[in-house]
């Protein structure tokens, strides 16, 4: 359509820069007369408005691509009355159609459309760049690769840091350098505190604990899962320049340093910095000239657990907990992170962690944010989420059993996230909106709580599944906090589980964030790679400096009826989704609407974890295209699988007489194989000797359990009879004793698990370890020289070798993992491994060459 060219070529303009600063932006960058672009898609917008009206339709899709391997929808809006049989996906280059597809009809009245179809191309993996086709309409073009997503969780920090108060480092000066002063308390009030630091939490320059811990803990969260995803662009300042520190730890460790301050003694913690008197106008936060009755200096409220608030409004405040276990939680996945980092940091925030869990307790009930001038403050009533998070998270830290236990009780008394089980909420009453807790939980051998995620995950399908968008969720103000914390259940259910039910609505509610939604709108400002995203948001960045808010997640639409109701909202601008906007939410990318234009804090820090996910997937694709075969539990089964090569080998625990025989012929056809060993084999003094030749003649040598741990049942596969702590003490004993050999995990990160036996859980922990499952290829039938004659599946060397020979003129033997035991029981005489010089060169002979593992350095992802 006319109008979403005008506009594609204006964001094309304004973001023409990013192209070759990969996501790293300052101010003054990018000034590409701005009001001039506006004024030049409001023109468009006007000269072509009667284009869209007679239009057949629009086809959005997620704007800044797909990953090969993922589901692929775009959807279809017409205000006509249509019935399509077909959709096409053509090539860009070629202008060849690569899929034809039937639409499924979809309900569009809740947009106020009379036509909605979804359009399914999940078949389409090839990557590169095509456009959809539905008989005159066409789509923008999108891109299929796995590396859409790379970069975009350190591009949303470049509005963190503009967000930074004390240094600012976008504006290069510094603000707020007074904070301030305490109310509220029974004995320091009056008194200067230092609290300078931290973050402000929207568009205006209030700061309030509540959203910054949690925006803390989202990005300690996304770093620790997905630690090799982030890069380091800028310093601890926020300027331009590496300093060897990855820049999601900069914002993390900026926040957790204004943490410290607004917690300065057991007890005493400090809840907001300003109030609603911040609210004159916009102003630039170097130029803040709010006045609070204190000169320079802003109010700092004192956590007291009952209503505040220094004039006629007061909040509805009950307790300390949510508050406080805020606090506990971000300390102590602090103190987990800054181990490796900072041993002197990491043991303060751990006191502080656990002295911030006592204050938790100490006076149970809820803590909102303070007003003033308004009745309107953060609603905040719901805190065992809080507590069930600190208590895991000091498990975590501390591995006592009893902070298991108490995050267990708390989390069962709220199992379903208010917002999800009641499809509404109060601004902020049900915060956060993603409860991590359960996952915590879960990763602890605790199913109920998987469970607990997929109950919240079905309402929202029985909700949404109507809709073309999928979209069940309420849209209330920051709509898009709940869309991310959504999507962020839903992939950890299913990381946790394996359970791919909502795999579709999952894959719908990231689409609407990258512009498959009724606008045809990416919801992060200024976003490189899509051809529509917010440029103009609520923000005085936007009106004094005439720049978006780059990285920015916009509140998102909210309902119709809402909208109508607010006071105090004038678009600046023609409407240019009016179209859209006829249905039961709006949107307006417009300076004026601080509903739906806003972006905020919390909101931009909780899409962290998504968007490393994302890339995180996408590197892992790559790497299984050109690398691994997996099976279904996500271990490789066959490695380089084009290539003509077998992967012999080898496992031992109590048994290796046969050790030197199988390394001199290794040895006498110059061939490198692969050893796994539990820690019992690695601590016999007997077999010392031949673990150093292993070694020593270049083989490749790995983990196998330090106590040959069976980690699930053989008639139940899908249970776990390990923890994750278990899990991981084991495997670590195991590389202690690998290391007195010289074997450190950063050269041996294929693992093959004890009996060769794992489930989903297994590979995702050894995954979280840097690890990767390796599991012998199924059908080779090696595996079985182990079995004795008095067995029932017991088969003799003569029958394994020819059960291989045949099951390699059906199937090929490229990429083979080829298990042979070089010790079995003294009731097998009939050792398989005396037939390995056979295997060998009947195999050599028909082409194949024989690897290790040292090939595939690149880290597991």
């Known amino acids: 359509m006319a109008v979403s060219l005008a506009r594609q070529n204006i964001h094309k303009c304004i973001l023409m820069e990013l192209k070759n600063k ?34 057949g339709g629009f086809i959005r899709i997620n704007q800044l691509g797909y990953l090969p391997k993922s589901i692929k929808v775009a959807v279809f809006l017409s205000d006509q009355k249509l019935d399509i049989l077909a959709f096409k996906v053509v090539n860009s280059a070629s202008s060849e159609v690569v899929f034809e597809g039937k639409p499924q009809l979809s309900d569009a009245t809740g947009w106020g459309m009379q036509t909605a179809y979804r359009l399914n191309f999940s078949q389409v993996e090839l990557p590169g760049t095509y456009f959809i086709e539905l008989g005159e309409e066409k789509s923008p073009a999108f891109r299929i690769d796995y590396d859409v997503f790379d970069g975009t969780a350190d591009f949303v920090l470049n509005y963190i840091r503009q967000q930074r108060c004390g240094f600012n480092p976008y504006l290069n000066d510094s603000c ?32 309030y604990s509540t ?83 204190f000169g320079e200096y802003r109010p700092v409220y004192l956590v007291t657990g009952n209503p505040q608030g220094l004039a006629q409004y007061k909040n509805e405040s009950t307790g300390v907990s949510s508050i406080a276990g805020k606090f506990a939680s971000a300390f102590a996945l602090g103190s987990e992170l800054f181990k490796e980092i900072d041993l002197e940091q990491a043991e303060l925030l751990k006191q502080k962690a656990l002295k911030a869990w006592d204050f938790a307790l100490s006076d149970i009930g809820f803590c909102q ?8 403050f953060y609603e905040e009533r719901n805190y065992v989420d809080d507590l069930e998070l600190a208590a895991a998270s000091l498990f975590n830290l501390t591995g006592d059993k009893s902070y298991l236990k108490e995050a267990s009780k ?87 589980t394996g359970d791919t039910s909502f795999s579709e609505m999952k894959a719908a509610l990231r689409d609407w964030l990258f512009g498959c939604n009724p606008w045809g709108t990416a919801m992060i400002c200024a976003m490189p790679g899509v051809v529509d ?46 179209p859209f ?38 590197k892992r694709q790559a790497a299984e295209k050109s690398s691994f075969k997996k099976d279904d539990l996500g271990a490789i089964i066959r490695v380089r699988p084009n290539e003509k090569s077998i992967y012999l080998t080898f496992t031992a625990d109590s048994f290796f007489e046969g050790g030197e025989h199988v390394l001199n012929v290794l040895d006498e056809n110059n061939i490198k194989a692969s050893f796994f060993f539990t820690g019992n084999f690695l601590r016999n003094k007997n077999f010392e000797s031949i673990i150093k030749r292993i070694i020593s003649e270049g083989h490749y040598v790995g983990a196998h359990s330090d106590s040959h741990l069976l980690y699930a049942p053989w008639e139940n596969r899908d249970s776990t009879l390990v923890t994750e702590t278990e899990f991981v003490e084991d495997l670590q004993n195991n590389f202690r004793e690998l290391e007195r050999f010289g074997v450190s995990q950063e050269k041996a990160s294929f693992f093959m ?109």
């Not at 305490?182 to 320059?205: L, N, Q, R």
């Not at 944010?369 to 309107?376: D, I, L, M, Q, R």
């Not at 999800?420 to 807790?437: Q, V």
């Not at 070798?801 to 029981?825: A, M, R, V, Y």
């Open 22 to 55: 990969k996501y790293g932006l300052l101010k003054n960058e990018i000034m590409l007369g701005y009001s001039n672009l506006k004024m030049v898609f409001l023109i468009a917008f006007l000269v072509f408005f009667h284009i869209n009206l007679k239009a």
């Open 176 to 207: 707020h350098t007074h904070d301030g002063v305490i109310v509220d308390h029974p004995t320091k009030t009056g008194e200067k505190i230092d609290v300078t630091g931290g973050w402000h939490d929207a568009s205006d320059y209030l700061q």
């Open 211 to 293: 959203t910054s811990i949690n925006s803390v803990f989202q990005m300690m969260f996304a770093y620790q899962s997905f630690k090799g995803i982030f890069t380091d662009k800028f310093d601890k300042n926020g300027k331009a320049g590496s300093n060897e520190v990855p820049d999601i730890l900069d914002e993390i460790r900026w926040g957790l340093d204004w943490m410290l301050k607004m917690n300065p003694a057991p007890g005493e913690m400090y809840n907001q910095i300003a109030d609603d008197r911040d609210h004159v106008g916009f102003r630039l936060p170097n130029k803040d000239e709010a006045d609070y009755g």
């Open 369 to 376: 944010t303070a007003c003033n001038v308004s009745p309107y």
């Open 410 to 496: 708390w989390g069962k008394d709220e199992a379903i996230s208010p917002w999800i089980r009641t499809d509404t909420a109060r601004h902020y009453e049900s915060y956060p909106f993603i409860n991590l807790g359960h996952y915590f939980l879960i990763k602890e051998n605790m199913p109920e709580f998987a469970d607990f995620y997929r109950q919240g995950l079905d309402l929202l399908y029985l909700r949404g599944k109507d809709d073309p968008f999928l979209n069940g969720l309420p849209y209330l103000w920051c709509s898009n906090n709940f869309v991310v914390a959504a999507l962020t259940q839903a992939e950890l259910y299913e990381k946790t």
């Open 533 to 578: 995203s917010p440029l103009t948001p609520h923000s005085s960045y936007t009106v004094l400096l005439k720049e978006p808010t780059y990285g920015g997640l916009v509140d998102g639409p909210v309902y119709n009826s809402t909208y109508q109701s607010l006071i105090g909202i004038t678009l600046t601008e023609e409407d240019e989704y009016a």
């Open 581 to 618: 906007n006829k249905g039961k939410a709006v949107y307006h990318d417009d300076v004026g609407d601080y509903s739906t234009n806003e972006p905020t804090l919390d909101g931009t820090a909780s899409l962290t974890y998504i968007l490393a996910a994302l890339q995180s997937e996408g």
């Open 753 to 861: 698990p004890a009996y060769e036996w794992y489930n989903r859980d297994i590979v995702e922990w050894s995954e979280e370890m840097g690890l990767r499952v390796i599991g012998l290829t199924p059908g080779t039938g090696t595996n079985a020289d182990y079995t004795t004659p008095d067995m029932s599946n017991y088969r003799s060397s003569d029958e394994l070798f020819s059960h291989l020979k045949n099951f390699e003129q059906g199937n090929d033997l490229n990429g083979t993992i080829l298990l042979i035991h070089p010790g079995t029981s003294a009731e097998r005489q009939d050792k398989f491994y005396l037939k390995l010089n056979d295997v060998i060169h009947y195999f050599t002979d028909k082409g194949y060459a024989f690897q290790s593992f040292f090939i595939n350095p690149e880290p597991a992802h």
